[in-house]
T-cell receptor, first 113, second 112 residues
């Protein structure tokens, strides 16, 4: 089925460990996004990539890095995980124009202990 | 920066009744898009309805409709004939031109 695939779905990390969240879309979308969702906070934008080869900071970029590997893939890396990064992470993609809407992955629940 | 405000953290409605979820936003742009997303316990983000600001007519999708008041910067969602499957978090979102800005959400519980 066409859509956005995120891996892993669940992860537990120890403080200071690093990991990469993977995201891939097969809809030939230009733009991709990483959000985090915390209780009572809605979804907040971490980083986005308007097109292959470009990335920009969102509202809450501190502690994260991203890579737009190619048009399909957009990864999010935590270099040194902290408990404050415990959250649900969503990847999304869009064709680049709002009229076409956004497609979301199923999310990654990350716990940092 | 655009902000989206959902003033109702939690709401409850009985099955078959009608409920309205509120959303206000702040922007200086004239043309933009607004969305309502549903997030059931499965965590999946599901597009409910979208509205283009330059269109006067309110968007409708089956039991879901919006009341879009551009001058007041208000974008409320009305759910008619509520069903148990409508129980979910509902997020209002504004397209800023490069990404979606979300409100904090309204948790809707539909009771039998």
């Amino acid at each position: 089925n066409a859509g956005v695939t995120q891996t892993p779905k669940f992860q537990v990390l120890k403080t200071g460990q690093s990991m990469t969240l993977q995201c891939a879309q097969d809809m030939n979308h230009n733009s991709m996004y990483w959000y985090r969702q915390d209780p009572g906070m809605g979804l907040r934008l971490i980083y986005y990539s308007a097109s292959e080869g470009t990335t920009d900071k969102g509202e809450v970029p501190n502690g994260y890095n991203v890579s737009r590997l190619n048009k399909r893939e957009f990864s999010l890396r935590l270099e040194s995980a902290a408990p404050s990064q415990t959250s649900v992470y969503f990847c999304a993609s869009s064709a680049g124009q709002a009229i076409y809407g956004y497609t979301f992955g199923s999310g990654t629940r990350l716990t940092v202990v | 920066a655009q902000t989206v405000t959902q003033s109702q953290p939690e709401m409850s409605v009985q099955e078959a009744e009608t409920v309205t979820l509120s959303c206000t936003y702040d922007t200086s742009e004239n043309n933009y898009y607004l969305f309502w997303y549903k997030q059931p316990p499965s965590r999946q983000m599901i597009l409910v309805i979208r509205q283009e600001a330059y269109k006067q007519q309110n968007a409708t999708e089956n039991r879901f409709s919006v009341n879009f008041q551009k001058a007041a910067k208000s974008f409320s969602l009305k759910i008619s004939d509520s069903q148990l499957g409508d129980t979910a978090m509902y997020f209002c979102a504004f397209d800023s031109g490069y990404a979606l800005n979300f409100g904090k959400g309204t948790s809707l519980l539909v009771t039998p």
